[in-house]
């Protein structure tokens, strides 16, 4: 080992390693017994730091250019199909931080939402930026050097009674392992982030089957039936939408691209309880899933196709004549014809809650009128148009519906998605029916947001 020679460092401060430069790291005592040897860093008179010898490999003032200088590392031990270890570590054992894996699926989709591009054809800045977004979604939390174990599908003990919080690692998946460092008290992040990037493996091919028959049209969209997964695979992914743009996607981004961005997981009771995908608008739609089993396999169905017929119906007309945004406040101007109309609603809320209320079975138009929706049915019948303004919260997407319902009972919905954040865009669907696939959009979050953390990582 070469040592440098001693000298006083900046404040005086004075590198001491405890006889080590003139002995060897360990001693013998009198009985022979081994001790590991201390390092100690001393200002004035009183210890600042102590590191036992055998945790160093060399003492160095000067640090070579390939040496990493950061209170965090991290490393991958273990990669299979459906699951990772990795170790944290960290230069104090109080030494704060979140950790997650990040699927490139969900990366890129956030990239793709912002920058209107790949996350690999970003500069490292943004991306460590998008990064840092899916962590703000959801976080583990630990302190000092640690290792992880995530499974597929497996609790990670951070649910409560209503909701099981699970892991996801799919195979053939490329994931980002990211830490940053935050506050040890009051969980604020720092400065500091690092990641690195592994694949799971190929999956074999599963045993079991999941199987998919179209049950043809109900009153509120496309039944389906499925069968062979009841106590064989952990869970079915599904995607779900027009036959056109599906198709479409899978040429553009191939079929994995498809099911890592767009697949929702149910478990195969869910199917088996309520298999109905509701939509409003008319067309041919497409359902494609997903098995996957315990040991990291899957299995895939063979594409069911399925028309839907909308009921034929010619609701109001509803114009748009202006729209502004900025610093929480929203105001949008429109015009109903004709204008004698039995209902017309305004109603705003977050774009996550109106599609939570879709997914429950409610109808736009039911949304769009609820109790605490604005009825301006008499502003609209007797001046045709009326212009809607309210104050929301910031950085977050909302929605607004504006309803209206003639005396033939025909209705007609306008659905506007907006953000207030600048240069965001607005997302407006006139006539609104059901949006297919689904869309997905992150919350907009500030650099200095601070992460979701799902409690404490339960160690496997």
Same mark, same amino acid.
């Given at each position: 080992?070469?040592?440098?020679?001693?000298?006083?460092? /900046?404040?005086?401060? &004075?590198? &001491?390693?405890?006889?080590?430069?003139?002995?060897?790291?360990?001693?013998?005592?009198?009985?022979? !017994?081994?001790?590991?040897?201390? #390092?100690?860093?001393?200002?004035?008179?009183?210890?600042?730091?102590?590191?036992?010898?055998?945790? @160093?490999?060399?003492?160095?003032?000067?640090?070579?250019?390939?040496?990493? !200088?950061?209170?965090?590392?991290?490393?991958?031990?273990?990669?299979?199909?459906?699951? $990772?270890?990795?170790?944290?570590?960290?230069?104090?054992?109080?030494?704060?931080?979140?950790?997650?894996?990040?699927?490139?699926?969900?990366?890129? #989709?956030?990239? #793709?939402?912002?920058?209107?591009?790949?996350?690999?054809? =970003?500069?490292?800045?943004?991306?460590?930026?998008?990064?840092?977004?899916?962590?703000?979604?959801?976080?583990?939390?630990?302190?000092?050097?640690?290792?992880?174990?995530?499974?597929?599908?497996?609790?990670?003990?951070?649910?409560?009674?209503?909701?099981?919080?699970?892991?996801? @690692? +799919?195979? %053939?998946?490329?994931?980002?392992?990211?830490?940053?460092?935050?506050?040890? @008290?009051?969980?604020?992040?720092?400065?500091?982030?690092?990641?690195?990037?592994?694949?799971?493996?190929?999956?074999? $091919?599963?045993?079991?089957?999941?199987? $998919?028959?179209?049950?043809? +049209?109900?009153?509120?969209? &496309?039944?389906?039936?499925?069968?062979?997964?009841?106590?064989?695979?952990?869970? @079915?992914?599904? $995607?779900?939408?027009?036959?056109?743009?599906?198709?479409?996607?899978?040429? %553009?981004?191939?079929?994995?691209?498809?099911?890592?961005?767009?697949? +929702?997981?149910?478990?195969?009771?869910? =199917? =088996?309880?309520?298999?109905?995908?509701?939509?409003?608008?008319?067309?041919?739609?497409? #359902?494609?899933?997903?098995?996957?089993?315990?040991?990291?396999?899957?299995?895939?169905?063979t594409p069911v196709y399925a028309t839907y017929e909308a009921p034929q119906s010619e609701g109001p007309k509803i114009e748009i004549l202006s729209r502004s945004k900025g610093d929480g406040k929203v105001s949008v101007g429109f015009e109903i014809t004709p204008s004698n109309v039995s209902e017309a609603y305004v109603y705003v809320?977050?774009?996550?809650?109106?599609?939570?209320?879709?997914?429950?079975?409610?109808?736009?138009?039911?949304?769009?009128?609820?109790?605490?929706?604005?009825?301006?049915?008499?502003?609209?019948?007797?001046?045709?148009?009326?212009?809607?303004?309210?104050?929301?919260?910031?950085?977050?997407?909302?929605?607004?519906?504006?309803?209206?319902?003639?005396?033939?009972?025909?209705?007609?919905?306008?659905?506007?998605?907006?953000?207030? %954040?600048?240069?965001?865009?607005?997302?407006?669907?006139?006539?609104?029916?059901?949006?297919?696939?689904? /869309?997905?959009?992150?919350?907009?979050?500030?650099?200095? %947001?601070?992460?979701?953390?799902?409690?404490?990582?339960?160690? /496997?």
């Amino acid at each position: 080992m070469n040592i440098p020679a001693l000298r006083p460092l /900046r404040g005086s401060l &004075l590198l &001491l390693a405890a006889s080590a430069i003139a002995a060897p790291l360990c001693t013998a005592s009198a009985a022979d !017994e081994v001790t590991p040897e201390t #390092m100690y860093l001393v200002k004035d008179n009183r210890v600042v730091g102590r590191y036992d010898a055998s945790a @160093v490999d060399y003492i160095t003032f000067d640090l070579p250019g390939d040496i990493i !200088e950061t209170p965090i590392w991290l490393t991958v031990d273990e990669v299979g199909r459906n699951n $990772v270890t990795y170790t944290v570590s960290t230069e104090t054992p109080s030494t704060a931080y979140v950790h997650n894996i990040i699927s490139w699926y969900l990366a890129n #989709m956030y990239a #793709m939402t912002y920058y209107g591009g790949s996350i690999d054809e =970003l500069d490292e800045a943004t991306a460590d930026y998008i990064l840092k977004l899916c962590l703000e979604s959801a976080a583990y939390i630990g302190m000092g050097t640690d290792t992880y174990t995530q499974r597929d599908y497996e609790d990670d003990g951070t649910g409560n009674e209503y909701y099981t919080s699970r892991f996801s @690692v +799919q195979p %053939a998946t490329k994931y980002f392992l990211v830490a940053w460092e935050v506050d040890p @008290v009051t969980q604020e992040p720092l400065d500091t982030m690092v990641k690195t990037t592994f694949t799971t493996l190929d999956p074999g $091919v599963s045993p079991y089957k999941v199987e $998919v028959e179209s049950l043809g +049209q109900v009153e509120d969209g &496309l039944a389906f039936d499925f069968s062979g997964t009841s106590g064989e695979l952990l869970y @079915v992914t599904t $995607v779900f939408g027009y036959r056109s743009t599906m198709e479409a996607y899978i040429a %553009a981004y191939g079929e994995d691209n498809l099911f890592g961005t767009w697949g +929702q997981n149910w478990t195969p009771d869910q =199917l =088996l309880e309520d298999a109905v995908w509701m939509v409003d608008e008319s067309g041919e739609y497409v #359902m494609m899933c997903r098995g996957f089993d315990a040991d990291g396999n899957m299995t895939s169905s063979t594409p069911v196709y399925a028309t839907y017929e909308a009921p034929q119906s010619e609701g109001p007309k509803i114009e748009i004549l202006s729209r502004s945004k900025g610093d929480g406040k929203v105001s949008v101007g429109f015009e109903i014809t004709p204008s004698n109309v039995s209902e017309a609603y305004v109603y705003v809320d977050t774009e996550n809650n109106v599609d939570d209320m879709l997914n429950d079975g409610w109808k736009l138009w039911e949304i769009a009128s609820r109790p605490k929706a604005l009825d301006v049915t008499y502003e609209i019948n007797t001046m045709g148009e009326y212009n809607y303004s309210c104050e929301v919260t910031p950085d977050i997407w909302h929605t607004m519906l504006i309803y209206a319902l003639d005396d033939s009972s025909n209705r007609s919905v306008c659905r506007i998605n907006f953000n207030t %954040a600048e240069d965001s865009t607005w997302d407006v669907i006139n006539p609104a029916g059901r949006p297919l696939p689904s /869309r997905i959009r992150p919350a907009i979050r500030h650099k200095g %947001a601070s992460p979701v953390i799902k409690k404490n990582f339960q160690h /496997r």
